[in-house]
């Protein structure tokens, strides 16, 4: 099976950093949840806002997560993000009711991730069902003891053959994406401050002004 082309998000609500990563055109898209929102000063009433802002900027896909509890609920207020437009992506929590919700919300056309995803047999219900994106948590599966790079390798091993891949999230280095990359997970969201890691070096970045300086001798 050919492998999926690496795609990088910025985990962020912090409107200046997205921009600024958007901007450069280092990554595909934005992803939020409540908390996300929460820690950026972000009100559930900013996010048609923020989904304009970031559509403008060049956001392929943008991540709002439904919320309620409840089947019923959760389907409820997807239909607020689904409105938003075609490039948002409806984020819904893997339990019971969360499964429920997106399997329906996949048989209505809508694009799904579930996330918060700890075990294989979650990742594997999420393919059985078509969802397109799967999220599990790897700096707190660390935390809680689990074997996260591991487990999310597995987990895109159960994706062969279906619509589904895993979106790794809770990446708290750059060392951890290019690590999951290596075992074939192919999506990632992060911070922006890891996203920026991922672009330094200082060595890099020491080549680059010794070339500038070459230059400014040869009159450029």
């Known amino acids: 099976m050919t492998a999926l082309a690496p795609r990088l998000y ?15 055109g280092v990554v595909h898209g934005v992803t939020t ?11 559930a009433a900013e996010i048609p806002d923020l989904y304009a802002r970031w559509t403008e900027e060049g956001a392929r896909e943008i991540f709002f997560q439904t919320w309620g509890g409840d089947t019923a609920a959760f389907l409820r207020n997807a239909e607020g993000i689904r409105a938003l437009g075609e490039r948002v992506v409806v984020k819904v929590p893997a339990t019971r009711d969360g499964f429920a919700a997106a399997s329906a919300l996949v048989r209505d056309g809508a694009t ?77 969201t992060a911070a922006p401050d890891v996203i920026e890691q991922l672009l330094y070096n200082e060595v890099s970045d020491g080549s680059a002004a010794e070339f500038d300086a070459a230059m400014g001798r040869l009159g450029a």
């Not at 996300?36 to 009100?43: A, P």
């Not at 579930?114 to 219900?125: D, H, I, M, P, S």
């Open 112 to 188: 799904v991730l579930v996330t918060a995803v700890y075990t294989v047999g979650q990742a594997l219900a999420c393919a059985s069902i078509g969802v397109q994106y799967i999220a599990p948590y790897l700096g707190r599966m660390r935390d809680a003891g689990i074997d996260g790079d591991a487990v999310i390798a597995r987990m895109q091993e159960v994706c062969v053959g279906s619509s589904s891949n895993v979106l790794a999230a809770s990446l708290r280095s750059p060392e951890d994406i290019t690590g999951l990359r290596l075992a074939g997970v192919p999506y990632f």
């Open 10 to 24: 910025v985990d962020s609500a912090d409107t200046d950093r997205v921009s600024s990563l958007l901007a450069a």
């Open 33 to 43: 949840n409540p908390t996300i929102l929460e820690r950026g000063r972000r009100t």
